[in-house]
């Protein structure tokens, strides 16, 4: 699944290096399998790419979090989610990351599960419970 990259995306992964350029398009597939249909938003002055069922903050679903090294994965709500493989990192009040360095990290034991649960986080929220 390739989804199209926008000029303000191609903007974006141009001020990264090749390496965490590649591993943010992996990233970006990864989440738009995990969390259909949702609207993806462009934030180049935080370098970062929203996912999210609306267009507010309270919407936002997970973000990918361009850095020199890496590609973060942020997950919204992640604290209350069950994280047995401890992929969570981050000191937020709800919100945490999960650190991707290779390819291979999307492959990590609970990866998957964490996202899909952000997404039920979510829609439980959105039916007041």
């Not at 969390?35 to 990918?64: F, H, N, W």
């Not at 942020?74 to 990192?89: K, M, S």
Request: aromatic content about 4%; hydrophobic content about 40%.
């Amino acid at each position: 699944m390739t989804v199209e990259v926008s000029r303000e995306l191609a903007s974006l992964l141009a001020t990264a290096e090749p390496e965490i350029r590649t591993l943010a398009l992996e990233t970006r597939e990864f989440v738009n399998r995990i969390v259909p249909g949702a609207d993806e938003m462009i934030d180049s002055k935080a370098r970062l790419i929203g996912y999210g069922y609306g267009p507010g903050y309270a919407d936002t679903i997970c973000v990918i979090m361009l850095t020199k090294k890496a590609v973060n994965l942020g997950i919204a709500r992640a604290v209350g989610l069950p994280d047995p493989h401890g992929l969570r990192e981050g000191t937020g009040k709800r919100h945490r990351h999960v650190k991707l360095r290779r390819s291979s990290d999307l492959r990590k034991p609970g990866l998957r599960v964490l996202l899909k649960s952000a997404v039920k986080a979510w829609k439980a929220g959105r039916q007041g419970g």
